[in-house]
């Protein structure tokens, strides 16, 4: 989930990359003061933001695979641990178990 909003953010914020700039280079072709350095700018950052959500959820989703496949085992009772048995005393009678069901 995160790696796909990650993706999403990304690509969003690319998309606001002003036409006058390049995301690679880090460069625009305006003057100096011009407002679309600030655009190329809030742009940039939401598709770093982008990256580090989806760079996040991807490291999630590793760790997750990793941890149901190589994570600990558990051993189910055997069958020595159940028991059915009769009971008599004194004040009566009946069965015991013992064990899961």
Do not use: H
Not at 33 to 53: E, R
Not at 64 to 93: D, H, L, M, R
């Amino acid at each position: 989930m995160l790696t796909a909003a990650g993706a999403g953010v990304y690509i969003w914020g690319r998309s606001q990359v002003p036409d006058q700039c390049d995301y690679g280079t880090r460069q625009c072709a305006a003057p100096p003061g011009d407002p679309v350095f600030k655009d190329a700018s809030n742009a940039a950052s939401k598709a770093n933001m982008g990256l580090v959500v989806g760079g996040v959820g991807a490291a999630a989703l590793v760790g997750g695979v990793v941890w149901y496949f190589a994570g600990s085992k558990t051993e189910k009772e055997s069958a020595t641990q159940q028991a059915i048995a009769p009971y008599v005393n004194s004040n009566g009678a009946g069965i015991a178990v013992l064990g899961r069901f």
